[in-house]
């Protein structure tokens, strides 16, 4: 969603409500009883989330809420008709490509004044980073990293071992010549890897570790294409030679994990997705470690990504308390992380994390080990994804899909993502 289509919705929908006040602080008064709270996820993370909220009210009976719950996808087309209609839920988790656009759009109330929700439990510094554009208003919920996944108990099996971890031997080009090796006649029939060119987290650490960032500080594509073209040559390698699946053997340019877990030892992804994946093979043991390092690799490109939830702009004065006491309950309270897990990454909040770390379970401790690597190592700034930016994975997902059927070579499908994605952020201006 662009600036362009958000005022074409927008329009439409004043017309439809005329004298409905712009977005502010608050409006006086609510219209439906019950703070709505707003979350993704598949059938697992609804009944959690369900569960915990059922402990909130339990506690609080004066505070009803009303959960909206749906897919990723689904979940952007409705909070977009929403903000056309200016009746968002009061508490929103925020997709990432959507953060600066909701941010344009004046969807996020500050936090800052809220008597219900407590920021003593974090340092001012951390406070900062969590800031956009010196306002505090969407806080993160979480934080992950881009990982690299594998099947242990698979590695075992077939008596291959990963090269080691440290920065001489971990490199891309280690990586791909041990899938290469581990592919080749395989005794079980497994793969090397999934084709995963298009996991934004994985990339955006290739990028950050050629020099270039994702996106720049002024809201556009931040790296030269030579850094693409390189990136789609590295997979390319793997998947002609067989040695990572075709975008047919695994459903599409994103690999479905229930397709594609028993066929391949490694994936590509985010730290937290271990949480809820490897309970789908219990059978398997499965590990993770930080993405491989390129040999003149820029410093600081590690990076945390910070999951955001939202505080609704026009959320009613009579519901502000109600809401306010929910976000502390979400992101202040430790059983919040005990009845839902760790499926949406580490908690933001540095003394729920730490009081959570005894009691997490041993896929979550994995992730939370990969989240205090990221932390402990040198970091320079990131940018979030700007306005007019919802689209881009699309886009490299059509791009990737042109290039593996042979259509386009590397050269011209790195142009036309990023010809297209320029054109994208061009209409947002």
Same mark, same amino acid.
């Given at each position: 969603?662009?600036?362009?289509?958000?005022?074409?919705?927008?329009?439409?929908? /004043?017309?439809?409500?005329?004298?409905?006040?712009a977005?502010?602080?608050?409006?006086?008064?609510?219209?439906?009883?019950?703070v709505?709270?707003?979350?993704?996820?598949?059938?697992? #993370?609804?009944k959690?989330?369900?569960a915990?909220l059922?402990? =909130?009210?339990?506690?609080?009976?004066? +505070?009803?809420? %009303?959960?909206?719950?749906?897919?990723?996808?689904?979940?952007?087309?409705? +909070?977009?008709?929403?903000?056309?209609?200016? @009746?968002v839920?009061?508490? =929103?988790?925020?997709?990432?490509?959507?953060?600066?656009?909701?941010?344009?759009?004046?969807?996020?109330?500050?936090?800052?004044?809220?008597?219900?929700?407590?920021?003593?439990p974090?340092?001012?510094?951390?406070?900062?980073?969590?800031? +956009?554009?010196?306002?505090?208003n969407?806080? !993160?919920?979480?934080?992950?990293?881009?990982?690299?996944?594998?099947n242990?108990t698979f590695?075992?099996?077939?008596g291959?071992?990963?090269?080691?971890?440290?920065d001489?031997?971990?490199?891309?080009?280690?990586?791909?010549?041990?899938?290469?090796?581990?592919?080749?006649?395989?005794?079980?029939?497994l793969?090397?890897?999934?084709?995963g060119? @298009?996991? *934004?987290?994985c990339?955006?650490s290739w990028? #950050?570790?050629?020099?270039?960032?994702l996106w $720049?500080?002024?809201?556009?594509?931040?790296?030269?294409?030579?850094?693409?073209?390189?990136?789609l040559?590295?997979?390319?390698?793997?998947?002609?030679?067989?040695? /990572?699946? $075709?975008?047919?053997?695994?459903?599409?340019?994103?690999p479905e994990?229930?397709?594609?877990?028993?066929?391949v030892?490694?994936? =590509?992804?985010?730290? @937290?997705?271990?949480?809820?994946?490897?309970?789908? =093979?219990?059978?398997?043991?499965?590990?993770?470690?930080?993405?491989?390092?390129?040999?003149?690799? &820029?410093?600081?490109?590690?990076?945390l990504?910070?999951?955001?939830?939202?505080?609704y702009?026009?959320? !009613?004065?009579? %519901?502000l308390?109600?809401?306010?006491?929910?976000?502390?309950? &979400?992101? @202040?309270?430790? #059983?919040?992380?005990?009845?839902?897990?760790?499926?949406?990454?580490?908690?933001?909040?540095?003394?729920?994390?730490?009081?959570?770390?005894s009691?997490?379970?041993?896929? *979550?401790?994995?992730?939370?080990?990969?989240?205090?690597?990221?932390t402990?190592?040198?970091?320079?700034?990131?940018?979030?994804?700007?306005?007019?930016?919802?689209t881009?994975?699309?886009? &490299?997902? #059509?791009?990737?899909?042109?290039?593996? $059927?042979?259509?386009?070579? +590397?050269t011209? &499908?790195?142009?036309?993502?990023? $010809?297209?994605i320029d054109?994208?952020?061009?209409a947002?201006q």
């Amino acid at each position: 969603m662009n600036r362009r289509h958000f005022t074409r919705l927008l329009a439409g929908s /004043a017309l439809l409500t005329p004298g409905v006040a712009a977005c502010g602080n608050g409006s006086s008064r609510s219209d439906t009883a019950g703070v709505r709270y707003a979350w993704w996820g598949d059938s697992v #993370r609804q009944k959690n989330y369900t569960a915990a909220l059922k402990v =909130f009210t339990d506690e609080n009976p004066d +505070i009803s809420v %009303k959960p909206e719950f749906s897919d990723y996808d689904g979940f952007q087309e409705r +909070i977009t008709v929403q903000m056309a209609g200016r @009746n968002v839920p009061e508490l =929103f988790w925020v997709p990432s490509p959507q953060v600066l656009s909701y941010q344009e759009a004046g969807l996020y109330r500050n936090v800052d004044d809220l008597d219900a929700f407590d920021l003593s439990p974090y340092p001012d510094d951390l406070l900062d980073s969590f800031r +956009i554009d010196g306002q505090l208003n969407a806080m !993160p919920r979480s934080v992950f990293s881009p990982a690299i996944r594998w099947n242990q108990t698979f590695l075992e099996q077939s008596g291959a071992q990963l090269p080691a971890e440290d920065d001489a031997s971990w490199t891309w080009d280690a990586l791909r010549e041990f899938l290469l090796d581990f592919s080749a006649d395989n005794p079980a029939g497994l793969r090397g890897a999934a084709y995963g060119a @298009n996991n *934004d987290m994985c990339l955006e650490s290739w990028i #950050r570790q050629h020099g270039g960032d994702l996106w $720049s500080q002024e809201g556009r594509l931040g790296f030269e294409p030579v850094v693409l073209e390189e990136y789609l040559e590295w997979w390319e390698s793997l998947r002609t030679a067989g040695a /990572a699946l $075709s975008l047919s053997e695994q459903e599409g340019p994103d690999p479905e994990w229930s397709v594609v877990g028993e066929k391949v030892l490694l994936t =590509f992804a985010n730290s @937290n997705h271990i949480v809820d994946e490897a309970e789908m =093979f219990p059978d398997y043991d499965f590990q993770q470690r930080q993405t491989p390092v390129a040999p003149d690799a &820029t410093p600081g490109h590690r990076f945390l990504y910070p999951s955001r939830i939202g505080l609704y702009a026009r959320t !009613p004065d009579d %519901k502000l308390e109600d809401a306010a006491t929910l976000l502390d309950f &979400t992101l @202040n309270d430790p #059983r919040m992380i005990e009845l839902v897990g760790m499926s949406i990454g580490a908690p933001s909040n540095p003394e729920v994390l730490e009081a959570v770390r005894s009691t997490a379970s041993p896929n *979550d401790q994995k992730l939370l080990a990969l989240v205090d690597r990221e932390t402990a190592a040198e970091r320079r700034p990131r940018y979030e994804a700007p306005p007019g930016s919802g689209t881009w994975r699309t886009i &490299t997902a #059509r791009g990737l899909e042109s290039l593996t $059927s042979g259509a386009t070579g +590397i050269t011209d &499908t790195v142009k036309m993502i990023m $010809s297209e994605i320029d054109a994208e952020l061009g209409a947002a201006q």
